[in-house]
């Protein structure tokens, strides 16, 4: 059974990366080459996301409130208002967030193929992100 963090760094992580690069090259008409290196990332990861082929099991833009930390994180970084220190907090706040608020508990049922009705470690760990304004 994958813990929760590697549930977050596997699956959660991936997926706020695709949708802010997804809003970086629409919303912003970004290059890739420009948004992996306001990322941090190659090329090549920046193709995957918008391809679909990298960070496609959550789908974060399927929660508003997600979606709109996310918004504003591209917003930070399509001014170049954001270092890499917090370019990487600020994608753990959100991951912990979703975590927290139990978005990912039907995926993790999915991928697990068990049942996990009593499991409420992500919920009871990582409640105190269910706030996350300051991103």
Excluded: W
């Excluded at 960070?55 to 833009?61: A, P, Q």
Aim: with cysteine.
């Amino acid at each position: 059974m994958p813990g929760v963090l590697e549930l977050g760094y596997r699956y959660v992580v991936p997926s706020v990366k695709r949708r802010l690069v997804e809003i970086l090259y629409k919303k912003y008409g970004l290059s890739q080459r420009t948004i992996a290196k306001k990322l941090f990332i190659s090329q090549s990861t920046v193709s995957r996301y918008l391809l679909r082929e990298r960070g496609f099991l959550v789908n974060v833009e399927d929660y508003r409130d997600v979606d709109e930390l996310i918004e504003s994180l591209a917003k930070k970084i399509s001014r170049d208002e954001i270092d890499k220190y917090s370019l990487s907090e600020d994608i753990l706040k959100i991951t912990f967030y979703v975590l927290g608020k139990g978005y990912m508990c039907k995926h993790h049922r999915m991928i697990e193929k068990t049942d996990l009705s009593k499991c409420r470690i992500c919920l009871r760990l990582f409640k105190n992100y269910s706030l996350a304004s300051d991103t």
